[in-house]
């Protein structure tokens, strides 16, 4: 059996070889270079138009994405369809925004759907606020076909689909889907047991279903949670909320 280390360093190994392939085939996008980011690439648009075509989508109310570039189209589209979206914030640092299309100019839907916009046109939300999300977008460096998937190594998407789990506000049922193209497909992905499992993969050529769709972590594996992380404002939330629970 391998050791964390050893699936870890597996991992860096594909960002590696998924980073340098979209460089050198020319369909990188701004922010450049991609290497140590959720990479932005050509076709992100028809990607995210593929997604928009499913009835998971459509269905949707409540929408948590990532804030990464590739999926802007993404948090943009959600707000035109009058979508709320969940838009955690970079590392977690300040936990959640909610962007609520009611309260946001139509016209600074656009910039609404960026970093900074969604800063100052969303509303940082405690987790007792976050409404039951519908469906989850998350940003990927590499996946494959059996729905594994490799992120650009923080290990924030994990956390935030864990803490969005233990708060409720994810059900077990809920969807996620992720925009990559289609040189991001790779044959087989190492997993830990953290790893948050992808069911849709929409690319710019074609649509993924994973079937049968994959297990999903139920919540924080707090015996396995870095030191840095507990530290986060939102997980000492968590805690609060856990404690009062009980």
Known sequence: MRSRE???????????????????????????????????FEGAERAAGRLFLTKTWTSA?????????????????????????????????????????????????GFAATIRGAFLYGRRVKLVEIPTIDLVVT????????????????????????????????EKDVYVATTIHDLQLVDKVPLEEHDLKIDIIATPSRLHFIKPRPLKPPGILWEILDSDKKKLSVVKELLEIKKKSR
Request: aromatic share 6%; net charge positive.
């Open 139 to 170: 940003g990927s460096v590499a996946v494959d076909l059996s729905g594994g998937r490799i992120g650009k190594g923080g290990g924030y998407s994990e956390l935030e689909y864990a803490i969005l789990r233990e708060v409720g506000a994810i």
């Open 61 to 109: 109310r409540v929408v948590k994405i990532n804030p990464d570039s590739p999926q802007k189209p993404i948090r943009y589209r959600a707000l035109k369809e009058e979508k709320i979206v969940i838009m955690p914030t970079p590392k977690l640092v300040h936990g959640f925004l909610i962007l609520d299309p009611r309260i946001i100019p139509e016209r600074k839907y």
């Open 6 to 40: 050893e699936v870890k360093r597996e991992k860096q190994v594909i960002r590696e070889r998924i980073w340098r392939i979209l460089e050198d085939r020319g369909v990188a996008r701004f922010p450049r270079p991609v290497y140590g980011r959720i990479p932005n």
